[in-house]
């Protein structure tokens, strides 16, 4: 078994690159879509970033087959814990549901009303802000869902330049990545290693939480100001007509089940049996319901799920990569490598270090969070936003250099605060 295993060590790593590749590569597969009509099904197929890692993950699972046996190749995936995958999928599709948008909304409009500003940099001020902060109580992947949805509905649709629309993506993918910090139980990476750290939600407040408050506030209070002219001639605060209103009795039916799937979180029998539930009480009341995101979350899930089957195998390179180094270079070297992997799997093979000191988990954990933003494989809901508002830009494609050029600042604002408060 060891032979076999360090055989599959190098087939999944291998494998592992050409999916990082890919993914950085994915524009170039949009515009083979195009200019090749021919097969532009297969190349669009390629340049979707949620496929990437699904696609590859099947392809190892195919070598691994022939490679070395039916047996080793279904006992492998068997022994992977699929969860988080499942999760990201039905708290997507709830938090995206008509009621729940609304709901959201209307607390973002009511708010947007109380500052004496224009209403539309308001609005924007506060998808990027309180959404964001929100993902600590409602989750991330919720949060992200809906703040994508808030953006593209009022600023997205409405033609926006292509600077805008990076800045916008990437100051939401790093507020959200560490927007999730202010408790121990709604943010993957926090998830991955508290209950082995013992870390309670009050001490991720107190360690973490009320310095990663601070950074989303500075990260959207710059880019709402720097673009105000922009947000302000093309912004239009999404209305609710009358045929969209929604009973208040079924956003607090919708909002019960989203707080039971985040109860239910680490137990996918009874959360997906929630989610079958949830999906019969949208079908009998489908008067209040627009198109639930299914497509979409399923592409999620298929990357997440992909990246799972192939993370699983990087512990080889990955352990020895963290854990004989200074927590300020820790620190850095976490925040590089969240941008290849993902932070949740960075901070699980963190958490089974043992003995380490409290100061090596702290900058794991404030460097995994803080490169959360740096690519779309970084943080397990950034491909949720990206599926939401990837239609908007050119060619439906989002450029991986684009991003990581556009997000370099909002994570400097990160890692300073991290490093320099309290």
Not at 200 to 210: D, I
Not at 253 to 262: D, P, Q, R, S
Not at 368 to 374: E, F, K, R, S, Y
Request: proline share 5%; hydrophobic share 55%; charged share 10%.
């Amino acid at each position: 078994m060891p032979q076999a295993l360090s055989v599959m060590e190098l087939i999944a790593t291998s494998i592992f690159v050409v999916a990082i590749l890919h993914t950085f590569s994915t524009k170039f597969f949009a515009h083979l879509a195009h200019v090749q009509p021919a097969h532009a099904g297969f190349w669009h197929l390629l340049s979707e970033v949620e496929v990437v890692f699904g696609f590859w993950a099947f392809v190892f699972v195919l070598l691994v087959f022939f490679a070395l046996g039916k047996t080793t190749a279904i006992t492998y995936l068997e022994t992977r814990n699929f969860t988080e995958p499942f999760f990201v999928f039905a708290i997507m599709v709830i938090a995206a549901s008509r009621p729940i948008l609304k709901a959201v909304e209307l607390l973002v409009k009511t708010l947007a009303r109380i500052i004496p500003t224009n209403r539309s940099l308001a609005f924007f001020f506060f998808c990027l802000f309180l959404l964001p902060l929100l993902g600590s109580f409602i989750t991330e992947p919720a949060a992200m869902t809906l703040a994508a949805l808030m953006l593209k509905e009022g600023f997205y649709r409405h033609g926006l330049s292509r600077q805008l629309k990076y800045a916008t993506l990437a100051v939401l993918f790093v507020n959200v990545s560490i927007g999730g910090t202010l408790t121990n139980f709604a943010a993957p990476p926090v998830l991955m290693a508290a209950d082995a750290w013992g870390w309670s939600s009050s001490y991720m407040l107190m360690h973490f939480g009320w310095k990663s408050a601070l950074a989303v506030f500075f990260n959207a209070l710059f880019v709402t100001w720097f673009f105000r002219k922009e947000i302000t001639a093309k912004g239009k605060l999404p209305d609710v007509e009358k045929d969209q209103r929604v009973p208040m009795v079924v956003i607090a039916v919708h909002l019960a089940f989203l707080a039971g799937i985040v109860t239910f979180s680490h137990h996918p029998i009874v959360f997906l049996g929630l989610f079958l539930f949830f999906l019969g009480y949208t079908e009998a009341y489908s008067r209040y319901q627009d198109r639930l995101l299914l497509r979409e979350a399923l592409l999620v899930a298929f990357f997440l799920s992909g990246l799972v089957v192939l993370g699983g195998l990087q512990q080889w390179w990955l352990q020895p990569a963290i854990s004989d180094v200074e927590p300020t270079a820790i620190f850095f070297l976490a925040t590089g490598l969240t941008a290849i992997t993902d932070n949740a799997a960075l901070t699980y093979l963190a958490s089974l270090i043992q003995g380490v000191s409290t100061e090596f988990k702290h900058a794991v954990m404030a460097g995994a969070v803080a490169g959360g933003g740096l690519t779309v494989i970084a943080n397990a809901p950034n491909p949720a936003g990206l599926s939401i508002l990837r239609s908007d830009f050119d060619d439906a494609a989002v450029s991986p250099l684009g991003l990581l050029l556009s997000a370099i600042p909002p994570t400097v604002v990160v890692i300073c605060a991290f490093l320099f408060l309290g």
